[in-house]
């Protein structure tokens, strides 16, 4: 019954009859080869491979090699349907949290609010049947070390690590991060939820990307213990999940050239030097609401200096989106002069190819403002 409820929801969304009978089968192994699920849905290991691409760029499934054999996986229905949920729905509204949906539903036109209800029960309706079918208990995070060949591996990896965390989260993250954000940050605040201490030191640059909206919802709301370093300043990018485990980034650009981008280890000598890379980075960070606080001040003049020089109102708010979402800002530029708000430095493109907002301080601004301040 839940096979054909699945099958049901997820023709409903679009997808293909085989990728369907894939991720159906998929749900209820701990882990399978490819010639393994070919044997038991019947169908040739070309055809297979082909949606099998599909069901990893959807992030609901992974890959992993186990003695020498490569493996696929279904990933926890209800974390990753709920990511893909979030994603689509950023799309359309922007939100800082559940409760702010239903009004930013209600504001689209009423085409665009049908077919976004539409879309979030029918996924809902997918994460159901699927967690009912759900038998998976298969994760990469426990072997003593596992690499990521790639992007949507290293968030992969992450996430499941992060989901097993008991206590305390540990983050360092210098720009450019991962994409699949959505899947990464769900993981987060599920375990957030679940009462996790999340501390994290970021970049400024991340800072002024995320948006200064975001950043308050994540300090305020959230209560993530956020502080902030210059992007020179994080010399290594990590996780630390409790004592058990430590995800490292190896690649700064993170570019998919078939290397080892990432790894995650359980190795106690290399997770206590972690922490001490943390330790360290953490006592030299400025807290986050400081330099939120700097960042509002010089928002304001930002806004304020474009109403000086003339700019219209729709460009005014498009500024004050960028200042509040960052790259998360759906507000189009469409019609508006761009390049003069380029030439003029209000904006700046930022590290994922996105405008920005181009505030008149800086790191350096902000240590010498929380120095003068606590001396």
Same mark, same amino acid.
């Given at each position: ?194 009462? %996790? ?6 970049? #400024?640059?991340? =800072?002024?990307?995320? *948006?200064?909206? +975001?950043?308050?919802? @994540? !300090? ?117 002069? %761009? ?6 430095? #209000?904006?700046? =493109?930022?590290?994922? *190819?996105?405008? +920005?907002?181009?505030? @008149? !301080? ?14």
């Amino acid at each position: 019954m839940s096979q054909v409820r699945l099958a049901e929801t997820m023709k409903e969304a679009g997808f293909s009859d085989t990728l369907i009978v894939i991720y159906g089968f998929l749900l209820t192994q701990e882990q399978a080869t490819i010639i393994e699920v070919s044997r038991a849905i019947k169908l040739d290991a070309e055809t297979i491979q082909r949606e099998v691409k599909s069901l990893l760029q959807l992030q609901v499934v992974a890959f992993d090699s186990l003695r020498g054999k490569y493996v696929l996986f279904a990933l926890d229905p209800v974390l990753v349907w709920s990511a893909f949920i979030k994603g689509r729905t950023w799309q359309f509204i922007q939100t800082l949290g559940e409760d702010d949906i239903e009004p930013a539903i209600i504001s689209l036109p009423d085409d665009h609010q049908a077919a976004l209800r539409r879309f979030r029960t029918t996924i809902n309706a997918i994460q159901l049947a699927a967690s009912a079918l759900y038998q998976g208990s298969y994760s990469v995070t426990g072997h003593r070390w596992r690499d990521a060949i790639d992007q949507d591996q290293m968030g992969q990896l992450l996430a499941q690590a992060i989901q097993r965390a008991k206590s305390t989260i540990q983050a360092a993250s210098a720009s450019p991060r991962l994409p699949h954000v959505a899947l990464i940050w769900e993981s987060i605040l599920s375990k957030v939820k679940n009462k %996790v201490a999340y501390r994290r030191v970021a970049d #400024f640059t991340e =800072i002024v990307e995320h *948006g200064l909206d +975001v950043i308050r919802r @994540d !300090i305020e709301v959230i209560g993530i213990d956020l502080r902030v370093l210059d992007t020179a300043d994080i010399t290594k990018k990590f996780y630390l999940i409790d004592s058990a485990l430590v995800v490292v980034f190896h690649s700064v650009g993170l570019s998919n050239d078939g290397s080892a981008i990432g790894r995650v280890t359980d190795q106690a000598q290399i997770i206590s030097r972690y922490k001490g890379y943390f330790s360290n980075h953490y006592s030299n960070a400025i807290p986050g609401q400081f330099v939120l606080s700097q960042l509002t001040e010089s928002g304001e003049r930002l806004l304020q200096n474009a109403r000086s020089n003339g700019y219209s109102s729709d460009v005014l708010e498009w500024l004050e989106c960028l200042i509040g979402w960052g790259t998360f800002c759906n507000k189009s530029s469409a019609g508006l002069d %761009v390049k003069k708000a380029i030439r003029d430095n #209000f904006v700046h =493109i930022g590290t994922t *190819g996105k405008l +920005v907002p181009s505030y @008149d !301080i800086d790191m350096g601004h902000v240590r010498l403002k929380w120095q003068s301040r606590t001396a």
